[in-house]
């Protein structure tokens, strides 16, 4: 049998009289504590929703899912705000030791007065692995319509006027999310237009286009939990259409994968992205209070064989 030994320096020998053996098989759950504790079958699973810390009783390896919080959306014809990053994984050595766990929150939505974009959300962090959090959405006549990049981007707003232009989408982390999408100008009216979608962890955000917000980023589906859930949806773009124009065909972006927040028609609120989901919010318009809506908080899971080998001190 192969022992695995963690953190011995290398030469390192066992005093006189002393090894370090296997003793047998043990419930490696047993006072291991840290997030909301279930059984899966054979294995067990530690959620946390909140920060909290996870202490082990045992040393082995783990599986994690760790996703950070979700973007703001913007205010006036707001970009969604990106979805959290999301990072998972198997083999993660442990030791009997405590582990600090964070989860972060949401990003905020950008307000209508004053014209703000979405802030972004804040890391998850469970050792030495950190998901980011997702961009902010961009917000017209706002620092160019520009979105935040993050652990996803968020979606670019447009600037109205005599010369309308678009802001830049923001950029996701490599390997974590991808980028937001871009705004779209009504090109018979500059005053009209869409603003873009937030990326999410399976994919970029959709551009805005004239009359329809862009669409989030779709998330990813896993069954750590126990059951299948989807995380890291990215949010959907505001739609800018003024009242007097009737007639036709005209959305505001969607959020992505049924878990990113939508996003806001004229004078509307973005909606908010799903709590413990990382997912990003809707970016809103118009004036009656906040434009955007608020990032769903990330989540940290854990999981491990329920019965681990157990290793002690034997005395030759």
């Not at 969604?80 to 964070?102: E, K, N, W």
Request: glycine share 32%.
């Amino acid at each position: 049998m192969t022992i695995k030994t963690i953190g011995r320096p290398k030469g390192y020998q066992y005093p006189v009289g002393l090894s370090y053996q296997f003793t047998g098989a043990a419930n490696a759950a047993t006072n291991t504590t840290g997030g909301t504790q279930t059984i899966d079958g054979t294995n067990t699973v530690h959620t946390f929703t909140t920060s909290g810390t996870f202490t082990p009783q045992f040393i082995g390896d783990v599986e994690y899912l760790i996703v950070g919080g979700g973007g703001g959306g913007g205010g006036v014809c707001g970009g969604g705000g990106g979805a959290g990053a999301l990072r998972i994984a198997s083999g993660h050595p442990v030791i009997s030791t405590s582990y600090t766990i964070t989860v972060g929150a949401g990003g905020t939505g950008g307000t209508y007065s004053p014209n703000q974009k979405g802030s972004n959300g804040e890391n998850s962090v469970f050792d030495s692995v950190t998901s980011i959090g997702g961009g902010g959405g961009g917000a017209g006549n706002f620092d160019g319509g520009n979105a935040l990049s993050g652990g996803s981007g968020g979606g670019a707003a447009y600037i109205p006027g005599p010369a309308p232009s678009t802001g830049a989408a923001g950029l996701g982390t490599p390997g974590q999310g991808y980028p937001g999408g871009t705004a779209r100008l009504n090109p018979s009216n500059g005053n009209d237009a869409s603003a873009g979608g937030a990326g999410g962890a399976g994919g970029a955000g959709n551009n805005g286009i004239a009359y329809f917000g862009g669409n989030g980023g779709i998330g990813l589906a896993y069954t750590i939990s126990g059951s299948t859930v989807t995380y890291a949806g990215g949010g959907g773009g505001g739609l800018n259409v003024p009242a007097a124009i009737s007639g036709g065909t005209r959305s505001p972006g969607y959020g992505g994968s049924g878990i990113g927040g939508n996003g806001a028609g004229p004078l509307g609120t973005g909606g908010s992205g799903t709590v413990n989901r990382g997912s990003g919010a809707g970016g809103g318009d118009g004036p009656g209070g906040p434009g955007g809506g608020v990032g769903g908080s990330g989540i940290v899971i854990i999981r491990y064989l329920s019965t681990q080998n157990s290793f002690g001190y034997i005395i030759n």
